[in-house]
């Protein structure tokens, strides 16, 4: 819904919002160097799963190739910082070739649905890997690309030193915060209504006029713009890039992450982004089989709790707001009955 | 480069077509009949494999005996999986049905390290299939004759099944609509665990096939998926001749891929899934 | 290759990526060369998987030689053990490995090998043998700095040598490489060892032949 309901719902929100802003501000301080860098990777799978849900949540379409856009963003990113080190012009040149590729992929992906649609960006994403992973001589093959810098940050006036953990990560909430505040003008904007009456019901879109194909394809370089932005941190980060970025195993994070958090939620890949890598980390130091863990819940969470936690916490906190129950609604539309034949 | 050495390139992308063949034939089938396209498809050729495995390699039955046991134990699996897990999911769009089954092959995937170690394991060669024989000069394998015979086999026999028998008739028309069939007086629900276990179980064997010439370790099932996806659908999913073709040039593109073009082998199967996609959605086979 | 054989040629080569099962088409096309030698990098389940099928393809009756990089870790020799047995590899087979439990023949060696085998039940592996020499080094070098302190740790580690398990290590402060001689060899079956070994024509490689030395140039792509 769109429409804002004053008064102590928003409090909340606000509450919440600076509870959640207060706790991301602590966590060099409090948790020490390595937390500050898991936390920083975290970021970036949210700012990936943000642009994600966009495409999924909102228009109804499962890409399992967005690695491809995350890993151009990474290694294009990287060659711009290992040539001339100025971080803006890497992250900008990110950007700029994940939202190319996701351009043409995107062209040729929105031509279909549902299941053919994941198959192709499926296709489309380890096509982008088999070229990474070969080409030693742009690329570095599977060693990847190593030695790159960590500028620091130049923005005229003052000069941020990103060597220094926490800095990073303070550069990297920001962007994020920029990145949902963008998302959230776009997600309701005509342009969010329109991309969600797509999902919907497609034939009644097309049917009011609306060019289907291009909104996905829209939503689809929007994402792919995102996953870019979320890519070229890794450069700057790691200072190295390899092609497991462009892997469609890798594809499977922002999904995950998404379907955790809500997809039917504007925040929810945020939440789940953060709840993504608690898991894996919370659940890595009683047991090496995080993995079971991870699947469990997803299978859980698909055949109960679709709308992730958000809207398991919104089941909570509605009634005791006096909001009664939320109505959830499966936003993912249902496939039209019959199916191939069997031959 | 000769003559026989296409041949021979092209036998052996033969003999690899087939345990491609098994799990696909498995995958599609599902997706044909139930709708549901089983991203853990690779993993029960994983349960497969190890099961054999762990009969024939540790236990001490005779080859033969341990496949069929694991065959049959992955059918059963297949079945509980069925009735407990995709039940629910028949309702669910198909974005949420890729997520769950890409959950199972999580699961699987854990179990297996937890029960047999994360290091891989590979039984003896049983002595009956050790051995080569000359083709154009070169050596060729016993065992592979044996594989690419067993997957021809099992190919003619579903064939059969599928056209000739009232079962086959059964599972077709519950394929090509559900509702009708089961206004008709079929038992839907009932169709679609056998089938389900069908297809496991041919996945199963394809797992069980390969463990005398390949190692088998807790990642097995998730580099095969993506091959099998790529092969229903160029073929069309839900199509059995198109997954049996479509892993026929998948084997063989990729042998002949090594041979010739070597940089570039992974690439093309890609790209001939992208342009099946883009050109003829439906498969080379399909309706 | 061209240094110790210059009239060598290389007449074929096959890549395939990590997770690979099936190796038939790579070996096939290798073999459509006729080549006298094969030197091959996969390791792990990998190597086990593609020594296995070049058996099944015959391989070991045509070449002269096959030269397994890391074949000499332990879980590729309990892989190929009933192949090594049933002498299937026709004692062509050289492997070699970043240690073998059965060289060098110290007294750090065999007390490292022995309390391996007593916790666990295994011969130790490469991976093993060098974690473990690891926390020793660092130990070593707390010791000379008597500091924890990172700044100073590193400098005590340069030009560090070390008894290891698998021989002196020395570790060049011009590039932080822990340097130290490589064994290779025959595989073979030994009757003091349940595993097959690298135990046959053994060859030392001394670091000054195998290590690059500085200055290096940059990797620029």
């Known amino acids: ?343 | 480069m000769t003559v026989e050495n296409l041949i021979f390139q092209g036998l052996i992308g033969l003999s690899l077509a087939m345990y491609l063949w098994l799990v696909s034939a498995g995958l599609t089938l599902a997706f044909g009949v139930l709708g549901v396209l089983n991203f853990a498809h690779g993993s029960l050729y994983m349960v497969g494999a190890y099961l054999a495995y762990t009969l024939y390699g540790r236990l001490g039955f005779d080859f033969g005996v341990s496949v069929v046991l694991a065959v049959l134990t992955v059918g059963v699996l297949g079945a509980v999986m069925e009735r407990l897990l995709f039940r629910p999911m028949y309702r669910l769009d198909t974005a949420f049905q890729l997520i769950l089954t890409f959950g199972l092959v999580l699961i699987f995937s854990d179990l297996a390290k937890l029960i047999w170690g994360g290091l891989f394991v590979i039984p003896p060669v049983p002595a009956v299939f050790q051995g080569t024989v000359p083709v154009l000069g070169r050596s060729f394998p016993v065992y592979n004759i044996f594989v690419i015979g067993a997957g021809i086999l099992v190919a003619g026999v579903m064939g059969l099944v599928l056209e000739r028998t009232w079962w086959g008739k059964t599972v077709r028309a519950a394929a090509a609509d559900r509702e009708m069939a089961a206004a008709l007086g079929l038992n839907i629900s009932r169709v679609f665990v056998l089938v389900f276990a069908a297809a496991a179980m041919l996945a199963g064997l394809g797992g069980a096939f390969s463990i005398p010439v390949r190692v088998v370790d807790p990642g097995t099932g998730t580099a095969l998926i993506v091959q099998a996806f790529i092969i229903t659908v160029i073929g069309g999913l839900g199509n059995l001749r198109g997954a049996f073709v479509g892993s026929l040039l998948v084997g063989v593109l990729s042998a002949y891929g090594t041979l010739l073009f070597p940089v570039f082998e992974l690439f093309i199967i890609y790209l001939l899934m992208a342009v099946v996609l883009l050109v003829k959605p439906e498969g080379l086979f399909g309706r | 290759m061209k240094r110790f054989r210059p009239e060598a040629e290389f007449v074929a080569e096959a890549w395939a990526p990590f997770l690979t099962t099936d190796f038939s088409s790579h070996i096939a096309a290798v073999m459509a060369a006729n080549p006298d030698v094969i030197v091959a990098t996969p390791w792990a389940g990998e190597a086990v998987t593609l020594l296995r099928q070049a058996v099944q393809l015959g391989v070991f009756d045509r070449i002269q030689a096959w030269w397994q990089a890391m074949g000499g870790s332990v879980d590729v020799l309990e892989g190929i053990k009933g192949e090594v047995q049933a002498n299937a590899f026709k004692g062509k087979l050289w492997a070699t490995a970043r240690y073998i439990h059965n060289y060098p023949d110290t007294p750090e060696n065999r007390a490292f090998v022995e309390k391996f085998q007593k916790r666990w039940a295994r011969f130790p592996n490469y991976s093993a043998e060098t974690t473990y020499s690891a926390v020793y080094a660092i130990k070593a070098a707390v010791e000379k700095a008597r500091s924890i302190e990172t700044s100073k740790v590193i400098p005590a580690l340069e030009g560090l040598t070390l008894k290891t398990p698998a021989g002196e290590r020395y570790i060049r402060p011009e590039d932080h490489q822990a340097v130290y001689s490589v064994p290779a060899g025959r595989v073979v079956m030994d009757p003091k060892y349940p595993i097959p070994i690298i135990g046959a024509d053994l060859v030392i490689l001394k670091p000054e032949d195998y290590y690059r030395k500085p200055p290096f140039e940059p990797v620029r792509f």
């Not at chain 1, 920083?40 to 228009?59: D, I, K, Q, R, W």
């Not at chain 1, 012009?89 to 190319?100: D, K, N, R, S, Y």
């Not at chain 1, 380890?126 to 620091?152: A, C, F, Y």
């Not at chain 1, 009634?319 to 034949?341: D, H, N, S």
Request: glycine share 12%.
């Open chain 1, 1 to 343: 819904m769109a429409v804002k309901k004053p008064g102590f719902r928003n409090r909340l929100g606000l509450i919440l919002g600076l509870g959640a802003a207060l706790g991301v501000l602590l966590v060099p301080p409090l948790l020490g160097r390595y937390p500050t860098y898991l936390a920083t990777t975290t970021l970036m799978l949210a700012v990936f799963s943000v642009g994600f849900n966009l495409l999924f949540g909102y228009t109804g379409l499962l890409s399992f190739g967005h690695a491809a856009f995350y890993a151009l963003g990474a290694y294009v990113c990287a060659k711009v910082l290992l040539a001339y080190p100025s971080l803006i012009l890497g992250l900008l040149a990110g950007v700029g070739a994940a939202g190319v590729g996701a351009l043409v992929i995107g062209f040729l992906s929105v031509r279909q649905t549902r299941i053919y649609f994941s198959m192709l960006t499926l296709a489309f994403g380890m096509m982008v890997h088999s070229i990474v992973w070969k080409w030693r001589e742009v690329t570095g093959g599977d060693d990847g690309l190593v030695g790159i810098v960590r500028p620091n940050l130049d923005l005229g006036f003052v000069e941020i030193n990103l060597n220094r953990p926490e800095n990073f990560y303070y550069f990297t909430a920001v962007i994020l915060l920029a990145s949902i505040f963008l998302m959230h003008r776009v997600v309701n904007s005509p342009f969010g209504l329109v991309l969600q009456a797509i999902r919907d019901s497609e034939t009644r879109a097309a049917f009011c006029g609306i060019p289907v194909r291009r909104y996905r394809l829209a939503a689809f370089v929007i994402s792919g713009l995102y996953a870019g932005l979320a890519g070229s941190f890794v450069a700057p980060l790691e200072r190295a890039v390899t092609p497991v970025y462009a892997h469609w195993t890798f594809s499977a994070e922002p999904v995950l992450a998404t379907l955790l958090g809500g997809i039917n939620s504007f925040l929810g890949p945020v939440v789940g982004a953060v709840l993504f890598r608690l898991l894996k980390e919370v659940v890595v130091r009683y047991t090496e089989y995080w993995q079971l863990a991870l699947g469990i819940v997803v299978v859980v969470l698909v055949l109960g709790f679709r709308g992730g936690v958000v809207s398991v916490v919104g089941g909570w906190v509605g009634p005791w707001l006096g909001r009664g129950e939320p109505r959830f609604v499966q936003k993912v539309a249902p496939e039209p009955p019959g199916q191939g034949a069997a031959r």
